[in-house]
T-cell receptor, first 113, second 113 residues
Framework: GDSVTQMEGPVTLSEEAFLTINCTYT??????LFWYVQYPGEGLQLLLK?????DKGSNKGFEATYRKETTSFHLEKGSVQVSDSAVYFC????????????FGDGTTLTVKP | DAGVIQSPRHEVTEMGQEVTLRCKPI?????LFWYRQTMMRGLELLIY????????DSGMPEDRFSAKMPNASFSTLKIQPSEPRDSAVYFC???????????FGQGTRLTVV
C-alpha cells in the first residue's frame, strides 16, 4: 500500500536559517503530493502541492519539487521566521487507494529568534 | 465558504458517558474523513465516507466508536461509553474526488475524566 516517510523531528533552527524537511513516498499509482502545516491549536491546512513529476509547489516562501525518480518531495525554505514554527505533514493521494490520503508522521519545527 | 465546521470545539465528559462529535463538510465535497490526533499515536484515520457511504472503517478502534453520515452536509462520530484513553483531538476533513487536497476543520478537543 501507499506510505509516506518523513524526516524525524523535532527540528530547531534560528531565525533566517535554511530549512529542509525530507519526505519520501511509496505509491503504486501516480499520486499527488502535498505538504500540510498545523499551527498550535488548529487543524491541518494545505501549504503546497504538486500533481505530477517535476512540478514544483510553492507558497509563503516554501517550495517542494515532485521527484519521481527518487520518490521524494522535500520541503525547503531559504529563510525561516519564528512564525513558521508549526508541525509539517507530508502526504499523498493516489487513485489506487480508494480516495483516501496517506500522511507522514509530521515534523515539528521550532524557530528561535 | 466557511470551511469545514466542527462542534463542539471542546468537550469534557466523564468516563462512561456518551459523546457525539459533529461535522459539516464543505458544500460539494463528496469525501469526508474523521481523524484522531494524539501525542502518542499522531494522526490516525478512523473512518471515511464517499457520497455519504462509509468506505473504510478499519481505523475505528473499538465497537464503542461509530460514525454516520445521514446526508451530504452532516456527519457524526459517537463514542459510547467514553473512556479516558479516548482523550484526543478529533478532526473532520472533506475533499473533492481525484487528487485534490483535504480541508480540515478546527478539531474537537475531547477530554474524558
Amino acid at each position: 500500500g501507499d506510505s509516506v516517510t518523513q524526516m524525524e523531528g523535532p527540528v530547531t533552527l534560528s531565525e533566517e536559517a535554511f530549512l529542509t524537511i525530507n519526505c519520501t513516498y511509496t505509491a503504486t499509482g501516480y499520486p499527488s503530493l502535498f505538504w500540510y502545516v498545523q499551527y498550535p491549536g488548529e487543524g491541518l491546512q494545505l501549504l503546497l502541492k504538486a500533481t505530477k513529476a517535476d512540478d514544483k509547489g510553492s507558497n509563503k516562501g516554501f517550495e517542494a519539487t515532485y521527484r519521481k525518480e527518487t520518490t521524494s518531495f522535500h520541503l525547503e525554505k531559504g529563510s525561516v521566521q519564528v512564525s513558521d514554527s508549526a508541525v509539517y505533514f507530508c502526504a499523498l493521494r493516489s487513485d489506487t487507494n480508494a480516495g483516501k490520503s496517506t500522511f507522514g508522521d509530521g515534523t515539528t519545527l521550532t524557530v528561535k529568534p | 465558504d466557511a470551511g469545514v465546521i466542527q462542534s463542539p470545539r471542546h468537550e469534557v465528559t466523564e468516563m462512561g458517558q456518551e459523546v457525539t462529535l459533529r461535522c459539516k463538510p464543505i458544500s460539494g465535497h463528496d469525501y469526508l474523513f474523521w481523524y484522531r490526533q494524539t501525542m502518542m499515536r499522531g494522526l490516525e484515520l478512523l473512518i471515511y465516507f464517499n457520497n455519504n457511504v462509509p468506505i473504510d472503517d478499519s481505523g475505528m478502534p473499538e465497537d464503542r466508536f461509530s460514525a454516520k453520515m445521514p446526508n451530504a452536509s452532516f456527519s457524526t462520530l459517537k463514542i459510547q461509553p467514553s473512556e479516558p484513553r479516548d482523550s484526543a483531538v478529533y478532526f473532520c476533513a472533506s475533499s473533492l474526488p481525484g487528487f485534490k487536497e483535504a480541508f480540515f476543520g478546527q478539531g474537537t478537543r475531547l477530554t474524558v475524566v
